[in-house]
């Protein structure tokens, strides 16, 4: 499984999901990766409070960097899960018209809830989004086996 998380600047959900899964699913031959839909963070670090929640959780994140979503992901990758609805439609502007990766809004796949995670850039929230998205893995790992 080539599994790909999309948010907008690559520097707090989408890697937080990307440590994550990558953690949880050890050992079971996943690929696991991480992009933004905007361009602004473009090879720094994820978001220093997401690293320091990351690490109080056990999950090693520093070593990501941010990147660009392409629409060369659509072949590079068999599942495309977006934070939030606008970075489902950005996404999904750029798909190709033939084949390309299944795409979903990362909580309805994985825990059948139509909602975003919210984008703690701004308001904070770290732990919650944790919360969330390592509730999010853990259903998408059981329902892959």
């Not at 600047?9 to 839909?37: E, F, M, Y």
């Not at 473009?42 to 409070?49: F, L």
């Not at 798909?95 to 390309?100: D, F, I, L, S, T």
């Amino acid at each position: 499984m080539r599994v790909q998380f999309v948010c907008l600047g690559n520097i707090c959900r989408s890697p937080t999901a990307h440590a994550v899964l990558r953690a949880k699913a050890q050992g079971l031959g996943w690929q696991v990766h991480s992009a933004g839909t905007g361009g602004w963070h473009i090879g720094h670090p994820p978001d220093p409070r997401a690293v320091a929640e990351a690490e109080a959780r056990g999950y090693p994140m520093a070593d990501l960097r941010a990147e660009r979503f392409t629409a060369d992901d659509f072949d590079r990758f068999d599942l495309i899960l977006a934070m939030d609805r606008s970075n489902l439609r950005d996404i999904l502007a750029l798909r190709p018209k033939q084949g390309g990766a299944k795409t979903a809004l990362f909580l309805e796949h994985t825990l059948g809830q139509r909602r975003d995670v919210p984008d703690p850039y701004y308001s904070g929230g770290f732990a919650k989004v944790f919360d969330m998205i390592e509730r999010g893995a853990d259903a998408l790992i059981s329902s892959s086996s």
